[in-house]
């Protein structure tokens, strides 16, 4: 099957966490402009509207409501409100995320346990919510984790931790329900342009410009490319995927690129 024909998603059913902006709300698009219906949650009333109104203007399939996934009940009723409107459910997305550059030595518990509360507790939620309303066999639940899941990073210990903790509930689900034909599988971005997680992590142009040159392909990738991987880990393409983290990164898990590329050696021996 081509996942990219406009129909490879059509009268599947698809429910996103953190999916008001940024990252989640493009793979949101990427689902519905392929014939999905979309079930969006986060916090912000007011984001998840716009965010509807927004993939509707196109003439997409898209609902939504409030709910925080701290709340393992909000998220449960949410999950219920989708499946009511649209049916059982195809396809998951655990995105939500909070982050904010702190030195460990500085931030407070209760700073630690708001991020791995958002990012790791509320995967566990979503994902855990998800499976009585699941259309199995053949459901793809996916979530967004990050180069923090597996590489140790300054600032981020509190991200670090909780992205691992989403990485190792991704592979421990996909053992315990692939008998039941639910795939579970992460995607892992790099650094993606205009993203609120980038405005936090490299706030100035010269930030920007320093993260660049460290990257293998040199350039911030798009919300386009997440969606792309996330549209293929959705289809039927990917049937045989399960418990991996995809990553989707320009190459930032290899190294620092910045030092002599081979090209320059050449020129210069
Ligand atoms: P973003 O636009 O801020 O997306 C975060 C989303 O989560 C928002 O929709 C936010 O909406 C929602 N959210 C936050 N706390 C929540 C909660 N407690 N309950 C429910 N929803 C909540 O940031 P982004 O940069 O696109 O990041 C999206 C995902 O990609 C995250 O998982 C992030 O870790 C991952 N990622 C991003 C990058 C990057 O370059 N940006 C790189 C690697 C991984 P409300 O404010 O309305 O709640
Ligand atoms: N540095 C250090 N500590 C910080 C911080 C920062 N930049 N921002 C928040 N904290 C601490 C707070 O001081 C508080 O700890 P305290 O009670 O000991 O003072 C704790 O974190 C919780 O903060 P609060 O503002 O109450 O949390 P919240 O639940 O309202 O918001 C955040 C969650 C902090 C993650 C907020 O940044 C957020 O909403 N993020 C979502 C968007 C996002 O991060 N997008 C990028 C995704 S990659």
Not at 110 to 137: C, E, M, Q, W
Not at 241 to 260: F, N, V
């Amino acid at each position: 099957m081509d996942v990219f024909n406009p129909d490879a998603l059509r009268g599947k059913v698809a429910f996103l966490a953190g999916a008001s902006s940024g990252i989640n709300l493009g793979i949101a698009a990427g689902f519905a402009r392929r014939g999905a219906a979309v079930f969006l949650i986060s916090r912000s009333a007011e984001k998840i509207e716009a965010a509807v109104a927004g993939l509707r203007a196109e003439g997409l399939k898209a609902h939504g409501m409030a709910a925080d996934v701290r709340d393992f009940a909000a998220v449960e009723a949410a999950m219920l409100a989708a499946r009511e409107r649209f049916g059982p459910i195809d396809i998951v997305v655990s995105g939500a995320a909070g982050n904010f550059l702190a030195p460990a030595a500085a931030m407070s518990a209760n700073a630690f346990k708001t991020v791995v509360d958002i990012d790791l507790l509320g995967t566990f939620h979503v994902l855990r919510a998800s499976y009585p309303h699941l259309n199995k066999p053949g459901a793809a639940l996916m979530s967004i984790t990050a180069p923090q899941g597996t590489n140790s990073m300054m600032l981020q210990a509190h991200v670090c931790a909780a992205k691992a903790g989403i990485n190792m509930l991704t592979k421990c689900l996909a053992m315990e329900w692939g008998n039941e034909g639910i795939r579970v599988n992460a995607i892992s971005p790099g650094p993606i342009a205009d993203t609120e997680g980038m405005r936090r992590l490299a706030a100035t142009p010269e930030a920007e410009q320093a993260l660049k040159g460290r990257l293998a392909l040199r350039d911030y990738g798009t919300t386009t490319d997440i969606a792309d991987t996330a549209l293929f880990l959705a289809s039927d393409s990917a049937r045989y995927i399960t418990g991996t983290i995809i990553d989707c990164d320009g190459g930032i898990k290899l190294g620092d690129a910045s030092t002599m590329s081979a090209q320059e050696y050449a020129l210069k021996a």
